[in-house]
């Protein structure tokens, strides 16, 4: 048994709001109170941390990573606007300097099995005044080389001839531009990805490290094809399976459609410790692409209402075998009409059986992003027990007021999109998630960006967001521990320390006093946020009452 004192600082505990000092236990903490009692404590700690006045909180869960994409592309060339890439040019004198670069140097940008692929990040063309980037463009400046620019949202790709015939794709017939999208993109994403088994662990493990140092202690992996195998979530999840292997543990959920109990059973097998058959098994597909499926057309497409890539009658199998099996099933839904296939999906197997209303909320459900959800839809979603993983910083990058959000979808609609307040006040069980590497992983950005919500009437407390990322997270991973994400007596020692400029109480910004530090609240204090701040440090991070992160310097 390890044990450890933790004094001398801030304690965020609703049950005890006026904590300066914790103690951890094998893992659990078994005692929380002032300063002037945690001596008696010191002398049987196998370890005494001074915090120095710092913050120690519940760790964050991001409830939505691809953690493999996100290491090949912590590797691309940044083709961002802030990189310079605000035009078709810029973006092709930005690949030329990869290109460029010795081969030895050049070799491994993205694959070991695919060795000379150079590929972008951060592409977005929906700000561009120019014309937009082109296969032809590609194959013209960089003649024989497979390049591929994947759109910021991942759901759609430029790509050079040579990187179609790498794949073996030559046959397949793109769009005007050379995009590849859906069906097609699928097989590029997997070709890139077929990696050797030690370059994919050390991939894995360089992207979980990163994650600790920011105050992560677990994080929901979707994998699906196109992005990683069953194989790698397998991996994933034993590799992570113990405190002791020094990462943040990974939930994993693999985004494969099944008809029957036997095909869930089978991946249950194939993937031990699977915890859903759920995640980017995509119903749609993005706004950015003009793929989410709306209800009426893309204010800049009207030709187009976006792309169902499942049917009502697929999702309703497939829900009816997860629930039939026990297992959590889910969707990636952006689009409102996406929303409602999966809805009208769920009406049709409770009309054929009343026995799924409990089935479905037992098994807890969930659906990722959910961009648009009217109070109908909000109201269904409640009445079985769907839960949803949201990336608020996806309205910090594009739901401003002239953002690409406005501009697929109009004025009106903007209004509408991610109600991480409604879902609140509906009850819906909700976490926060990154979708990194569409977003980067930024735990404080995403509680900041609910905070300071582009729409002041989808706008939430600091607490209240701070709870999303952390004890939502473990509710949405089907955590048994209810006390999971919280500092309590008997609460598994997941935290992360912080060192802040400011802490206080942070209500929503909608023109009230926005924060208090007076001590009569008796609510729990939290960094002080601002839009676009400096970022809380943090300094350790624990899981199980284990260091998987640690800059204490004592």
Same mark, same amino acid.
């Given at each position: 048994?390890?044990?450890?004192?933790?004094?001398?600082?801030?304690?965020?505990?609703?049950?005890?709001?006026?904590?300066?000092?914790?103690?951890?236990?094998?893992?659990?903490?078994?005692?929380?109170?002032?300063?002037?009692?945690?001596?008696?404590?010191?002398?049987?700690?196998?370890?005494?941390?001074?915090?120095?006045?710092?913050?120690?909180?519940?760790?964050?869960?991001?409830?939505?990573?691809?953690?493999?994409?996100?290491?090949?592309?912590?590797?691309? %060339?940044?083709?961002?606007?802030?990189?310079?890439?605000?035009?078709?040019?810029?973006?092709?004198?930005?690949?030329?300097?990869?290109?460029?670069?010795?081969?030895?140097?050049?070799?491994?940008?993205?694959?070991?099995?695919?060795?000379?692929?150079?590929?972008?990040?951060?592409?977005?063309?929906?700000?561009?005044?120019?014309?937009?980037?082109?296969?032809?463009?590609?194959?013209?400046?960089?003649?024989?080389?497979?390049?591929?620019?994947?759109?910021?949202?991942?759901?759609?790709?430029?790509?050079?001839?040579?990187?179609?015939?790498?794949?073996?794709?030559?046959?397949?017939?793109?769009?005007?531009?050379?995009?590849?999208?859906?069906?097609?993109?699928?097989?590029?994403?997997?070709?890139?990805?077929?990696?050797?088994?030690?370059?994919?662990?050390?991939?894995?493990?360089?992207?979980?490290?990163?994650?600790?140092?920011?105050?992560?202690?677990?994080?929901?992996?979707?994998?699906?094809?196109?992005?990683?195998?069953?194989?790698?979530?397998?991996?994933?999840?034993?590799?992570?399976?113990?405190?002791?292997?020094?990462?943040?543990?990974?939930?994993?959920?693999?985004?494969?459609?099944?008809?029957?109990?036997?095909?869930?059973?089978?991946?249950?097998?194939?993937?031990?410790?699977?915890?859903?058959?759920?995640?980017?098994?995509?119903?749609?597909?993005?706004?950015?692409?003009?793929?989410?499926?709306?209800?009426?057309?893309?204010?800049?497409?009207?030709?187009?209402?976006?792309?169902?890539?499942?049917?009502?009658?697929?999702?309703?199998?497939?829900?009816?075998?997860?629930?039939?099996?026990?297992?959590?099933?889910?969707?990636?839904?952006?689009?409102?009409?996406?929303?409602?296939?999966?809805?009208?999906?769920?009406?049709?197997?409770?009309?054929?059986?009343?026995?799924?209303?409990?089935?479905?909320?037992?098994?807890?459900?969930?659906?990722?992003?959910?961009?648009?959800?009217?109070?109908?839809?909000?109201?269904?979603?409640?009445?079985?027990?769907?839960?949803?993983?949201?990336?608020?910083?996806?309205?910090?990058?594009?739901?401003?007021?002239?953002?690409?959000?406005?501009?697929?979808?109009?004025?009106?609609?903007?209004?509408?999109?991610?109600?991480?307040?409604?879902?609140?006040?509906?009850?819906?069980?909700?976490?926060?998630?990154?979708?990194?590497?569409?977003?980067?992983?930024?735990?404080?950005?995403?509680?900041?960006?609910?905070?300071?919500?582009?729409?002041?009437?989808?706008?939430?407390?600091?607490?209240?967001?701070?709870?999303?990322?952390?004890?939502?997270?473990?509710?949405?991973?089907?955590?048994?521990?209810?006390?999971?994400?919280?500092?309590? %007596?008997?609460?598994?020692?997941?935290?992360?320390?912080?060192?802040?400029?400011?802490?206080?109480?942070?209500?929503?910004?909608?023109?009230?006093?926005?924060?208090?530090?007076?001590?009569?609240?008796?609510?729990?204090?939290?960094?002080?946020?601002?839009?676009?701040?400096?970022?809380?440090?943090?300094?350790?991070?624990?899981?199980?009452?284990?260091?998987?992160?640690?800059?204490?310097?004592?």
């Amino acid at each position: 048994m390890t044990s450890i004192l933790f004094h001398n600082g801030y304690v965020h505990s609703s049950s005890d709001p006026f904590a300066e000092a914790l103690f951890v236990e094998d893992g659990v903490i078994t005692w929380t109170g002032e300063n002037d009692t945690a001596a008696s404590f010191a002398k049987r700690a196998d370890r005494v941390v001074d915090l120095d006045g710092a913050l120690i909180a519940p760790g964050f869960v991001d409830t939505h990573v691809h953690l493999l994409e996100t290491a090949l592309l912590d590797e691309a %060339v940044d083709v961002a606007p802030t990189a310079g890439g605000v035009t078709a040019q810029a973006v092709l004198d930005l690949l030329a300097a990869r290109v460029e670069l010795d081969s030895a140097k050049a070799a491994d940008v993205v694959a070991d099995a695919a060795p000379h692929i150079v590929s972008a990040t951060g592409y977005d063309d929906s700000s561009w005044t120019s014309e937009p980037l082109t296969r032809e463009m590609l194959d013209a400046r960089f003649p024989g080389v497979p390049v591929y620019v994947p759109r910021a949202d991942l759901h759609s790709a430029i790509v050079s001839s040579a990187l179609l015939a790498s794949a073996g794709l030559t046959d397949q017939i793109l769009d005007d531009r050379g995009r590849v999208s859906g069906a097609i993109h699928t097989p590029i994403r997997e070709f890139i990805r077929e990696l050797a088994p030690a370059r994919r662990t050390e991939l894995y493990r360089a992207v979980l490290a990163k994650c600790a140092a920011l105050g992560i202690v677990s994080v929901h992996e979707n994998a699906a094809p196109g992005i990683d195998t069953p194989e790698g979530l397998a991996e994933l999840i034993d590799m992570t399976s113990s405190p002791e292997s020094g990462l943040p543990q990974v939930v994993g959920y693999l985004g494969m459609l099944v008809r029957s109990v036997e095909q869930v059973e089978e991946l249950r097998a194939q993937v031990p410790g699977l915890a859903g058959l759920a995640g980017d098994l995509s119903v749609d597909g993005s706004f950015g692409s003009h793929s989410a499926a709306l209800r009426e057309p893309y204010t800049d497409a009207p030709d187009t209402i976006g792309t169902l890539h499942l049917s009502a009658q697929e999702i309703e199998q497939h829900l009816a075998a997860c629930s039939d099996a026990g297992m959590t099933a889910g969707f990636h839904v952006i689009g409102d009409r996406a929303l409602d296939t999966v809805l009208e999906a769920v009406e049709n197997l409770v009309k054929r059986d009343a026995s799924y209303v409990s089935k479905l909320r037992r098994c807890g459900h969930r659906l990722e992003h959910v961009e648009l959800a009217d109070e109908a839809s909000r109201a269904e979603l409640a009445k079985y027990g769907f839960m949803v993983s949201v990336q608020p910083a996806f309205d910090a990058h594009w739901g401003t007021l002239g953002g690409m959000y406005e501009q697929r979808l109009g004025s009106e609609r903007l209004c509408a999109t991610s109600p991480i307040r409604d879902f609140t006040r509906d009850g819906i069980p909700m976490g926060f998630g990154s979708d990194t590497p569409v977003t980067v992983i930024d735990p404080w950005g995403g509680v900041a960006a609910a905070v300071f919500h582009s729409n002041p009437e989808q706008r939430i407390s600091a607490r209240a967001a701070f709870k999303a990322h952390t004890r939502g997270g473990w509710r949405l991973g089907g955590e048994a521990n209810f006390m999971a994400g919280e500092i309590r %007596v008997g609460a598994p020692a997941h935290l992360a320390i912080w060192r802040a400029e400011e802490l206080g109480v942070q209500a929503e910004n909608d023109g009230r006093s926005s924060w208090t530090t007076d001590g009569r609240s008796g609510s729990p204090l939290l960094p002080i946020l601002s839009q676009d701040g400096n970022r809380p440090q943090c300094l350790a991070t624990l899981r199980a009452g284990v260091f998987i992160y640690d800059d204490l310097g004592n």
